[in-house]
């Protein structure tokens, strides 16, 4: 089943941010770790958080900024 991209008038899109409306912004990191026998990967992911002076919270999508891939010795 092929993927279907969100449009504007879709359940998916993202609010617009309004900067004069915002009271305060932030943003939460994490880093996720896949090991599969001598491979390893980390992963960072960011999300934005938006807290309006109304006191709606408007949060962002998950994406992966940066990923890393390791071989990892075994024996050690």
């Known amino acids: 089943m092929e993927a279907i991209p969100p449009f504007p008038n879709s359940v998916n899109a993202q609010e617009s941010i309004v ?3 915002v009271k305060e912004m932030y943003s939460i ?5 896949a090991v599969k026998g001598a491979v390893q990967a980390i992963t960072y992911l960011e999300q934005f958080y938006y807290e309006y002076k109304n006191g709606q919270l408007m949060v962002s999508i998950l994406k992966v900024y940066n990923q890393d891939r390791y071989s990892v010795d075994l024996r050690a």
């Open 19 to 21: 900067p004069d409306k």
């Open 29 to 33: 990191k994490q880093k996720t770790y």
